[in-house]
């Protein structure tokens, strides 16, 4: 919000009109890719223990906020899911929020924020945690951008689910907030179809600790692929 907030007080003396738009993600994907990124930035929090940020899941007060701030005629609220882009492709929706048309000669970079698997996601967490007091701050953060890089070049396997009482507690407190916004906003009882995550999911693992032959794994194999890279 606070990131929005600047953009808007930099564009509103140049423009006339300025329209807002927002994806949402269900809020236990969301969690999910959020305790990825801070695990990225040097967390060392468990699944269990990563703090809830209550505000940035409230869709419905985030959106209403917005919305009184640019006017409901210049917000365009999305919901992010595959089923819900136009052509199931994000880039394609977005240009149809704008009202532009796909072209051929748009450049389209390769796509670089890859989904680590819960081994590679529990790797950086442990290095996280034993790292800080071997190095120093500038030392630790680039070798973890190198162990981060190296690892997003090997396979993935399953990725991490996180604990299901976390995430129907988070569900459950933004349920009325989910169902308020589908209704002024869309037209409907739900707002996302399905949940992102669940520990059902046959492609999710729940955490747990790595062995020390799996580090052991990780970090030859890591290595060769980043020597391969350089």
């Known amino acids: 919000p606070e990131e929005a907030n600047r953009l808007l007080t930099l564009f509103e003396p140049h423009f006339s009109k300025i329209r807002v738009i927002i994806y949402l993600r269900e809020q236990g994907g969301n969690m999910a890719s959020s305790y990825s990124t801070k ?3 040097g967390s060392s929090h468990l699944p269990a ?26 917000l365009d609220v999305r919901v992010y899911e595959r089923d819900a882009f136009v052509e199931g492709d994000l ?3 977005f ?40 190095l120093d701050s500038a030392d630790v953060a680039e070798a973890r951008g190198n162990l981060v890089r190296a690892l997003e070049q ?3 396997g399953p990725t991490l689910a996180f604990p299901e009482e976390k995430l129907a507690k988070l569900r459950n407190e933004f349920s009325e907030s989910n169902r308020r916004l589908a209704q002024e906003f869309f037209d409907r009882d739900e707002l996302f179809t399905k949940f992102e995550s669940s520990s059902n999911d046959r492609d999710e693992v729940p955490w ?11 970090m030859i194999r890591s290595a060769v692929t980043w020597d391969v890279r350089s």
Request: glycine share 4%.
């Open 39 to 41: 695990l990225r930035n």
């Open 154 to 156: 090997l396979p993935q």
């Open 49 to 74: 223990d990563d703090e809830i940020e209550w505000e940035k899941y409230d869709y419905y007060h985030r959106a209403k906020r917005r919305s009184d701030q640019v006017g409901r005629a210049n």
């Open 95 to 134: 240009l149809d929020a704008i009202e532009e048309s796909w072209s051929a000669d748009f450049f389209v970079p390769e796509w670089k924020n890859e989904r680590l698997g819960a081994s590679s996601l529990e790797m950086i967490r442990t290095f996280n945690e034993m790292a800080p007091s071997r």
């Open 91 to 93: 880039l394609v929706d």
């Open 208 to 218: 747990r600790e790595l062995t020390g032959e799996e580090v052991l794994d990780l």
